[in-house]
């Protein structure tokens, strides 16, 4: 038996491997490794959620002392004016009564303030600061960051009128109630009180001065754990390299030292986009963040507006700008503008503003790429991408397929490799309650689906092998050929075999028109299949020798021939063949269970032919005893 079992376990082996072959295409096919291939998502969706973390929110302020001194009337001055004012009520070009003199005269004095007011003492100072908001982001992981000139800078005439516009509403309202003041027995009404007002912002801010001015530049950045919320702090940035305002290169690079594993968006090409392709603009829009009704969170997350590349300009000094309809505000200057491929091909820059003071829609201009990293030169920088940001995009395509047991892990790295990181404590959370929710769908290891399969296979098979064995040995089969070529896919005799049969029906030989079911093959030895009676039918260790002792000689029940050989069970008529259970004619052979014509049944017995008792059998025509059993 034990040849039988080591050809069983080859055939298992065997069985699996093609089983297998057949099963392994159906697994599950791997998430796929590229941070830049997009999910089914929007581009806008997968576009802001990659982008996001580094587009941060910057700001630049000056402190100092503002001086300004104490007015006074210039007498001569004012009495000159006065007698005018007289000669105008006689000639009936203004009111006679007090109210419509005094406004006439503050008219007056508001268009040439210094005419008619005059530096005294004592001087006044206020501790003051300006500043304002626009959008950075950041282009290497150690801490540059990328904005826009005018966001770092304020020029003087522009410096002045924040400070006043800041420190002097103060002063301004305290001079304009003296004037008034001084109006005896006339009551002002509104309009007084606005020319009486803009005397002195006019006076206030042209005398005013600056001591001590410093300024400072900053980034808004996260802490570990807060991610985007209150405890968020202002991180000083360095001034590294600064080029002209608008309408030149329009450029600025800060340096936050200290910074590691920042994430970062990468830099593409003037090439990537031509007019008609979308444009996709990140930044932090004042209408937000300098409106008191939204929170600090709202505040810092940024905003992407979308529209077409609508041309190339140029400026009358040769600087490249691109029009686009990307809406933009005031804030978002200095927000990374990108393709629908997540790269900054530019930096917004400008936009036209109404006469209101309200942004333009159509009329947004963008600092090509190109001149980006020309500045980059300058300073040998160069766009660098950290293991964070690569971690975080793919976690992203994870999470967008709904691979959440997939994302999990990565988001948790980008988290210790950045715990400053804005968003990936929300990624977190969300992953964890999809995964609980059964929301799921990550694909399988390979592996996994291998041991599966294999696994469930093994023990199918196991148990057909072991169900056949116990059949058999309750069913010795007779083997006809030499013990050393024992017929594995033979078919067991029946017992009333022992009958001779008619002669000429051997091996290759035909049989009723039909061809024999194993021709000439080896199955049954080139020895004489039915020799002389008292001849070894099979072999020396007959199985049915002389006198029918013993009746299972030395001749091995399943010699090394294989049990299973080319007959169809698992050689050429496949197990998962077109046609039935083991082949195109039949459960083991053609057109019979057994067989040809349906020569036994399933347990060796002559099946029943409907008109004849004497069958087409395997070799020739018999005809069984009566009760259809040998004893």
């Known amino acids: ?164 516009q800041q420190a002097l509403a103060k002063f301004n309202e305290q001079d304009a109630k003296e004037i008034i003041k001084g109006l005896q027995g006339i009551e002002a009404d509104e309009e007084m009180v606005k020319l009486a007002q803009q005397i002195y912002i006019t006076f206030n801010s042209t005398h005013m001065r600056l001591r001590g001015l410093k300024q400072s530049l900053s980034v808004l950045q996260s802490l570990p754990g807060g991610g985007v919320d209150k405890t968020a702090k202002a991180v000083p940035a360095e001034l590294v390299s600064v080029g002209e305002s608008y309408p030149g290169k329009d450029f600025a690079l800060l340096k936050v030292n200290g910074q590691q594993n920042l994430p970062t968006v990468p830099l593409g090409e003037d090439a990537d986009v031509r007019t008609g392709d979308t444009l996709y603009i990140s930044g932090f829009p004042g209408l937000v963040t300098n409106t008191p009704f939204f929170s600090l969170e709202s505040k810092l997350e940024p905003a992407l507006t979308e529209g077409p590349y609508n041309a190339k300009r140029s400026t009358q000094t040769g600087v490249p700008y691109i029009q686009t309809q990307a809406p933009s505000y005031h804030g978002n200057s200095g927000g990374p503008v990108f393709s629908k491929d997540g790269k900054v091909i530019g930096m917004l820059i400008a ?173 049954y030895g080139s020895g004489p299949q039915y020799g002389p009676q008292h001849d070894p039918q099979y072999g020396s260790g007959p199985q049915y020798g002389p006198q029918h002792d013993p009746q299972y000689g030395s001749g091995p029940q399943y010699g090394p021939g294989p049990q299973q050989g080319s007959g169809p069970q698992y050689g050429s008529g496949p197990q998962y063949g077109s046609g039935p259970q083991y082949g195109p004619g039949g459960q083991y052979g053609q057109q019979g269970y057994y067989g040809q014509q349906g020569q036994y049944d399933q347990y060796g017995q002559p099946s029943q032919h409907p008109a004849d008792p004497t069958r087409d059998v395997r070799y020739g025509q018999f005809a069984p005893p009566p009760d259809g059993h040998q004893q």
């Not at 959370?429 to 294999?454: H, N, R």
């Open 1 to 164: 038996m034990s040849g039988y079992f080591r050809k069983t376990f080859a055939k298992i082996a065997a069985s699996t491997a093609v089983v297998m072959a057949v099963a392994l295409p159906a697994a599950p096919a791997a998430a796929d490794e590229s941070p830049d291939q997009r999910p089914d998502v929007a581009v806008g969706t997968w576009l802001a959620a990659r982008t996001q973390p580094a587009v941060q929110l910057t700001s630049f302020s000056y402190t100092g002392t503002v001086a300004v001194p104490t007015s006074t009337i210039n007498e001569n001055a004012f009495q000159q004016l006065t007698q005018q004012a007289v000669i105008a009520v006689q000639n009936g070009k203004i009111a006679s009564d007090e109210r419509s003199i005094a406004k006439w005269l503050f008219q007056r004095i508001a268009a040439n303030v210094d005419a008619y007011l005059v530096e005294t003492t004592p001087e006044r100072t206020v501790e003051a600061e300006v500043g304002g908001m626009c959008t950075g982001w950041w282009v290497t992981p150690d801490g540059y960051m990328v904005t826009g000139a005018h966001c770092v800078q304020v020029g003087d005439t522009e410096l002045n009128q924040l400070f006043a």
């Open 351 to 523: 936009g036209t503003v109404s006469e209101g003071g309200e942004a333009s829609e159509s009329e947004s201009f963008v600092l090509p790429v190109s001149i980006i990293k020309e500045k980059l030169g300058e300073k040998n920088i160069k766009a660098a991408q950290a293991t964070t940001t690569t971690r975080y995009n793919e976690a992203l395509n994870d999470y967008f397929r709904n691979y959440y047991e997939d994302a999990l892990p990565k988001f948790r790295e980008v988290q210790a490799l950045f715990p400053n990181h804005p968003y990936v404590a929300k990624y977190i959370s969300e992953s964890q309650t999809a995964i609980t929710a059964g929301k799921d769908e990550s694909p399988k290891p390979m592996m996994m689906w291998v041991l599966l399969g294999g696994g469930a296979l093994v023990l199918l098979v196991l148990g057909l092998v072991l169900a056949r064995v116990l059949t058999r040995r309750k069913r010795p089969a007779v083997s006809y050929g030499p013990p050393a070529q024992p017929a594995y896919n033979a078919v067991p005799s029946p017992p009333w075999q022992q009958h001779q049969l008619p002669a000429g029906s051997g091996p290759g030989q035909h049989v009723n028109g039909h061809d024999h079911q194993y021709g000439s093959g080896p199955q």
